[in-house]
Nanobody, 120 residues
């Protein structure tokens, strides 16, 4: 069974920073693309940033220049460094990993979500 365990959310003032982490645990053969998504109250879940196994990144326009996604393949972990946070960044943040496992093949696995609140 594959689990994605997220950490690092919390309450921060506008202009502040937070770093999210997401580790993939379980019997996996490989991990492909990893990414962060967020869902604000009453809104759909949107892409924040993605990173390939080779390190190529993609960002939503709203976070370019403020957020940085990275990964440590040896630790099966993806990070999201969030700087210059704004109230509109408030949301539940979810990580996703494309995992390949025995018997089941390749599929998207999601974390449980971590709350990020930007408020003074």
């Amino acid at each position: 069974q594959v689990q994605l365990v997220e950490s690092g959310g919390g309450l921060v003032q506008p202009g502040g920073s937070l770093r999210l982490s997401c580790s993939v645990a379980g019997s996996i053969l490989s991990i492909g693309d990893m990414g962060w998504y967020r869902q604000a109250p009453g809104k759909e879940r949107d892409l924040v940033a993605t990173i390939t196994s080779g390190g190529s990144t993609n960002y939503a326009d709203s976070v370019k220049g403020r957020f940085t996604i990275s990964r440590d393949n040896a630790k099966n972990t993806v990070y999201l460094q969030m700087n210059s946070l704004k109230p509109e960044d408030t949301a539940v943040y979810y990580c996703k990993a494309v995992v390949r496992v025995l018997m089941r093949g390749t599929y998207d696995s999601w974390g449980q979500g971590t709350q990020v609140t930007v408020s003074s």
